[in-house]
């Protein structure tokens, strides 16, 4: 039976002065019952290395509008996609729809779909908690990770307060201001790009996806993704060979330099982090920076 969901019009992409991307759909996805999902494709469809970008709440693919150029003129291949319910994908009405499964097998499909190889994970925030889960079960297709603030999730060490309190605060805030929030999380954000994140969302009605994302963050046990949490910790810590690049925004209060150190301890061969003192959550409004040194530490 196909899910009810809602599309934002296009024109409410139109005159981004900072995305400058064409928009790319796939509504095939197996299991996905002909939902159109979004995604970025830049760059030679041949090139050595995929940079595969993974936004989180209540962000999309525009997060990475300062990390794609500098990919894209290494000769790399970006692609980043709008989980659904974010950005230009399709949004489902009914927030249970929305399960950690859900989010996470359509990337796996859409990687399936694209077969891409040789994937440079880019990932924070949902896109690490759901992206660090993907090697482990898809074995040959990535080769190093760029991971900004975001975590493994077991559901073994007790949430934080400031995640608790976000949490309910998303719960209780069902038409939430995403533009407001985003001026708030970084320092300097132009009104513009802070209307670019609104974008997506015309009315409440299109926000169940940011409704649901906090609700469904593993921090039990027996919560859905929580076993993938606890296989994602073994790869990485004892199968995972290839680079690793970390950046840390200092200034995050629920994923910050705390949560990022016990991090690197479970990263087979992490190096030394990036550390930016003026970046909060949303690491990637540095982005320039952090692509950069990536590309550097990469070689």
């Not at 299109?206 to 039990?220: C, D, E, H, S």
Request: hydrophobic share 45%.
């Amino acid at each position: 039976m196909p899910i009810a969901c809602l599309r934002t019009p296009d024109e409410r992409f139109e005159n981004l002065a900072a995305w400058p991307y064409e928009p790319h759909y796939r509504d095939d996805l197996p299991g996905y019952d002909g939902l159109r999902l979004h995604y970025v494709d830049e760059g030679p469809r041949d090139a050595e290395h995929v940079f595969l970008c993974l936004h989180g709440e209540p962000s999309w693919a525009y997060l990475y509008r300062k990390m794609i150029p500098v990919f894209v003129e290494a000769g790399h291949r970006v692609v980043a996609p709008d989980f659904f319910g974010f950005g230009r994908s399709d949004k489902p009405v009914d927030d249970d729809v929305y399960t950690f499964a859900f989010h996470r097998k359509v990337i796996m499909r859409l990687i399936e779909g694209l077969d891409l190889q040789r994937v440079t994970l880019v990932c924070q925030d949902w896109g690490g908690l759901v992206g660090l889960t993907l090697p482990m079960d898809m074995p040959g297709r990535f080769a190093r990770l760029l991971v900004m603030n975001t975590a493994i999730a077991t559901g073994e060490m007790p949430p934080s307060r400031g995640f608790i309190e976000w949490r309910d605060y998303v719960a209780n805030s069902p038409d939430f201001d995403v533009a407001g929030l985003m001026s708030r999380a970084v320092d300097g954000l132009a009104e513009a790009d802070a209307a670019a994140y609104d974008a997506p969302f015309p009315d409440a009605r299109y926000k169940a996806g940011v409704r649901t994302f906090p609700a469904i963050v593993p921090i039990t046990p027996e919560m859905e993704g929580a076993d993938l949490g606890k296989r994602a910790g073994a790869f990485w810590s004892t199968d995972w060979e290839g680079p690793i690049f970390m950046a840390v925004g200092e200034k995050d209060p629920v994923l910050g330099p705390k949560v990022m150190k016990m991090m690197r301890m479970v990263l087979r061969g992490c190096p030394e982090p990036l550390m930016l003192p003026n970046a909060g959550h949303f690491v990637q409004e540095e982005g320039e920076v952090v692509a950069r040194a990536a590309l550097e530490a990469f070689g």
